[in-house]
């Protein structure tokens, strides 16, 4: 049998701790309601141009610049495309490249999808080693078997 005062001191105890664990929900729910703007996703080529990604949707795109598919336009505007070599992005950006941008190298843009399947990039990074690979990038490459020893294999025209 257990006492009425140990028995109130169970259920006190217990209902602090559903408090508690209501307390750290809500906190996780603010703290990713308020993250929500900021969260960019990070898909592959292939997985952008299967069109799993709402037009409008902040997106973090990583791969190989399109060897041939870079152009200057005026204005500082500048076209290329991102491939994973299974399939192939446009981007546009404005503005200066950076000076290790060049075609068959990795970069990564982050932007803007567009109702015509375009990237709007605000940001082009390019790659100078294989930090600024996406993870997913790198296991789609591996996949394909063009990807070895943190290098592009011969066959995906790169280092």
Known sequence: ??????????????????????????????????????????????????????????????????????????????????TDTANRIPVTY??????LFREGQGVVTEGVMTAGGVLDADTVLAKHDERYMPKEVVNSLKAQGRWKDGQMTEAGHAE
């Open 94 to 99: 404005v503005g200066l490249l950076p000076d």
């Open 1 to 82: 049998m257990t006492s009425p005062h140990r028995r109130a001191r169970k259920t006190r105890r217990l209902s602090l701790i559903a408090l508690a664990g209501v307390a750290l929900g809500g906190a996780a729910a603010l703290v990713f309601y308020a993250l929500s703007d900021r969260i960019t996703y990070a898909p592959t080529p292939t997985e952008l141009a299967s069109g799993s990604h709402a037009v409008g949707t902040r997106v973090r795109l990583g791969g190989l610049v399109e060897v041939g598919s870079l152009q200057r336009g005026a204005d500082g505007l500048v076209s290329f495309a991102v």
